[in-house]
């Protein structure tokens, strides 16, 4: 995701940034004031907010909060960092003192959280756009939403691939045979295409034998731990196909490479952004109103121009000329998968040995 004139950076280029803004903002003392304070107050109220670094830093310090800071009075800070970097200070610090008031996650980390008891349950009423979002982005019980999406499909130079695939099981078409890109399985994408294999192939989300035995018959794949790798193995013409999402197809085709995408028949996962109100925090009222504002048609639709996102917001529109680039929303977003995550993460430690030992080894 990246500048903002309808462009992104790639996810490698926004974590890199982040992993250079985390030894600073990330673990810098956070000023904490509450909700509420008089107007004779010198100082206004602060509510942490999790983000990443580079551009996305950029864009919300730029595009998205300064609207929301003076509609309500106060200042945000922006934790820059990692999940894992937030992960630990979370931990560190305890359910009852977090260090953040919203923690964006990707859902494989959120859910982990989730379960240890940091997260609060959204209501309704004080988030009302929360009615305008579509059911994918709700989690159960509205602990969590996601803000912001990104499909992930498949990729493919269409000056090497002749008989362009349809479904995740046209990868196994022989005439692919060592032109496919993959994640590795530390990576979130490379995690949900494990579970995907499974779910196409075998009998379900968890039946890892069938994935395992299926991503074997792939090989020689290229595989990578970032989707800026991705995207640089198709440019350069090192693959042919890759698993890659759809914003940065996007992105690339601007800027003149012979790409294109398919959203297979079987469906589509996702790089997300659920947000979350941390339990300890003591500025939940400013929080639901963040959040709030995160999912209102107007900030949604500067995500779409900004990022190409495909919207939470069921009335945000995309322009004519991106409907081609954000294909999926509307109807469409059903075609995107979700995952059992508590189950995933219980077993994601093995899974990992395994895949180091049959696949990477």
């Known amino acids: 995701m990246d500048s903002f004139s309808r462009k992104t950076i790639s996810r490698r280029q926004f974590l890199t940034y982040a992993g250079l803004a985390v030894g600073t903002a990330a673990l810098a003392p956070l000023a904490m004031t509450g909700c509420g304070q008089s107007p004779a107050s010198s100082s206004p109220k602060t509510l942490t907010v999790t983000s990443y670094g ?13 609207d929301f800071e003076k509609q309500n009075n106060c200042t945000i800070q922006l934790a820059v ?7 630990a200070q979370l931990r560190a610090a ?17 859910a982990q959280l989730r379960r240890e008891g940091y997260f609060i349950d959204i209501p309704a009423d004080k988030v009302p756009n929360l009615k305008e979002t579509y059911d ?33 099981k046209d990868l196994w078409n022989p005439e692919y045979k060592g032109q496919i890109g993959l994640y590795t399985i530390t990576n979130s994408a490379g995690l949900m295409f494990f579970l995907l294999t499974a779910k196409v192939w075998g009998k379900g989300e968890d039946d890892y034998d069938v994935a395992f035995q299926k991503i ?8 990578t731990d970032f989707s800026g790798d991705m995207e640089k193995l198709l440019t350069q013409g090192e693959i042919s196909i890759g698993v890659q999402d759809l914003a940065a197809v996007a992105r690339l085709k601007k800027q003149g490479i012979n790409l294109e995408y ?9 790089f997300e952004q659920d947000h979350n109100v941390t339990k300890g925090s003591q500025n939940k009222e400013l929080a639901y109103a963040y959040i709030n504002y995160q999912l209102s048609k ?13 919207p939470a917001n069921k009335n945000a529109a995309i322009p004519s000329d991106l409907q081609k680039d954000i294909p999926i929303s509307g109807d469409r977003m059903k075609e995107i998968l979700k995952w059992n995550w508590d189950k995933a993460n219980d077993n994601k430690e093995a899974i990992t040995e395994r895949w180091n030992k049959e696949i990477s080894g």
């Open 262 to 270: 398919v959203t297979p028949t079987e469906g589509l996962f996702m």
């Open 54 to 66: 580079g551009a996305w830093e950029e864009f919300m310090r730029k595009e998205v909060i300064p």
């Open 136 to 168: 994918i982005a709700r989690n159960p019980g509205d602990n969590g939403v996601l803000a912001m999406m990104q499909p992930i499909g498949l990729a493919y130079r269409k000056d090497k691939v002749p008989n362009p695939p349809k479904s995740w």
């Open 298 to 310: 107007p900030v949604q639709e500067k995500w779409i121009t900004g990022y190409f996102i495909s």
């Open 81 to 87: 960092g990692l999940a894992k970097d937030w992960m």
């Open 216 to 223: 074997k018959e792939l090989k020689p794949f290229k595989q």
């Open 94 to 110: 305890g359910v009852e003192n977090p260090p953040y008031d919203i923690a964006m996650f990707n859902e494989i980390f959120a």
